[in-house]
Nanobody, 119 residues
Framework: QVQLVESGGGAVQAGGSLRLSCTAS????????MSWYRQAPGKQRELVAS???????NYADFVKGRATISRDNAKNTVYLQMNSLKPEDTAVYYC?????????????WGQGTQVTVSS
């Protein structure tokens, strides 16, 4: 059973920093791309950053230069360090991985962690 458990969200002032963590179980963690998405009220869920099993990273334009995604395969954990936070970063942040089942990718999500940035 795949489980993704996020932590590290909270309320910060603009310009502050947060480090989100996502610990996975039930998967061969080191073999999977891990991603962070976010969803603000009334908006669609959007990709924030991803890291492949080869540690190749990808960032959405809105966080480039302000966020760093990393992974610790020994701890089955992926991190998202966010700096210079802005009020528009306020959202629920979700951990994601995709697993092939019968040749088709299925999305697995954590429960989400709230990030609130005040001006």
């Amino acid at each position: 059973q795949v489980q993704l458990v996020e932590s590290g969200g909270g309320a910060v002032q603009a310009g502050g920093s947060l480090r989100l963590s996502c610990t996975a179980s039930g998967i061969n963690f080191r073999g999977h791309t891990m991603s962070w998405y976010r969803q603000a009220p009334g908006k669609q869920r959007e990709l924030v950053a991803s890291i492949t099993n080869s540690f190749i990273t990808n960032y959405a334009d809105f966080v480039k230069g302000r966020a760093t995604i990393s992974r610790d395969n020994a701890k089955n954990t992926v991190y998202l360090q966010m700096n210079s936070l802005k009020p528009e970063d306020t959202a629920v942040y979700y951990c994601n991985t995709k697993i092939l089942t019968s040749g088709r990718p299925s999305d697995y999500w954590g429960q989400g962690t709230q990030v609130t940035v005040s001006s």
